[in-house]
């Protein structure tokens, strides 16, 4: 029997539908993989509600044919922004979806070397799609699951964070991505950190301090993984620290706070609290603005009265989708 460590989950819709794969689709039932779909047999979307409909949430790929998904996944990608065949709101769902897969890869095993090139591409798509419209994060956000989950909790941070700094002025698609990028990682180094400990209610002393380790931990990931980027490696060891000296692991002041760690602090706060976790219960997001507005000593005033001013017009619209402009 082939192991385990042969297959690759992949998400059902990252795939795309009326073309012919190059590479076999597999199902798994309990410890077996079996055959789904042979390769070059069309997988449409019939299929993939069938497949829904019967409870099954992902497809699986042999490791070897990763390459071959992964480009045809990069090439689609490419097009969605542009497409003239998809309207606003479906080319969120798309680029969610694709932002989760690699997302997924990433943030569960740690691998960022395979998958640098697909991060990236995944960014930068989510960029064009959020510069078409001050608005625009908000279809994105709407994809999100708001339960105790790394994988969401990565993308959402990234994406508050870079809508954050469009409206802070670091238009340039560069800055951007690296803002991106520091939020989709800023809490990889969580998987240094037994699991139990982070899904525990109560933390001893020592717990406790291995916990507040993990922006180091990430730190110490991009630097393993070849990041020379030092905006980037501050943002993501700040992103706990607060303007009064509060945060951690330094408990750093405002002025020794990196700009994009500023960023990253009100970002990953403001998902933290609208989203439900072991020892906390998820505000709305209205309730969220006003605690951190309530305790606005912990952050740089003016990033956060741009926050508020941000997101205070998704709140009023959140029941309608953002249109394009
Ligand atoms: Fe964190």
């Not at 490419?78 to 997924?104: P, Q």
């Not at 508050?160 to 238009?171: D, E, H, I």
């Amino acid at each position: 029997m082939e192991k385990k460590e042969n297959y690759l989950p992949i998400i059902i819709e990252s795939l795309i539908f009326g073309k012919n794969s190059d590479y076999p689709l597999y199902i798994r039932s309990g410890e077996n993989y079996i055959l789904y779909r042979s390769k070059a047999l069309i997988f449409s979307q019939n299929d993939a509600l069938r497949l829904k409909n019967n409870g099954v949430n992902r497809l699986y790929i042999k490791n070897e044919d990763k390459e071959k998904y992964d480009n045809d996944v990069l090439e689609h990608i490419e097009n969605i922004v542009n497409s003239k065949d998809l309207g606003f709101e479906e080319k969120a769902v798309k680029i969610y979806i694709y932002s989760k897969v690699y997302a997924e890869y990433v943030l569960t095993t740690g691998n960022l070397k395979n998958n640098k090139e697909n991060i990236k591409k995944t960014i930068e798509t989510m960029i064009d799609y959020l510069l078409i419209s001050e608005f625009a994060f908000m279809n994105l956000l709407n994809l999100s699951d708001y339960d105790h989950n790394e994988v969401s909790h990565g993308i959402n941070v990234s994406i508050y964070a870079m809508s954050l700094a469009n409206r802070l002025g670091f238009t340039n698609k560069i800055s951007l991505f690296e803002i991106g990028l520091a939020g989709l990682l800023h809490d990889i180094g969580k998987l240094k950190i037994p699991k139990t400990f982070l899904l525990k209610k109560e933390l001893n002393e020592n717990e406790l301090k291995e916990v507040q380790t993990h922006p180091i931990y990430s730190k110490e990931f991009l630097i393993q993984n070849n990041m020379e980027n030092n905006d980037i490696i501050n943002g993501v060891l700040d992103h706990h620290e607060a303007s009064d000296g509060s945060g951690y692991p330094f408990g750093k002041t405002e002025e020794n706070i990196s700009t994009y760690g500023k960023i990253l602090i009100i970002a990953n706060r403001f998902d933290s609290l609208t989203r439900s976790g072991p020892y906390r219960i998820k505000l709305n997001m209205a309730d969220a603005l006003n605690q951190m507005n309530l305790n606005n000593d912990l952050y740089n005033n003016a990033f956060l009265t741009e926050f508020s001013l941000l997101m205070s017009k998704k709140i009023s619209l959140s029941h309608s989708p953002a249109q394009e402009l």
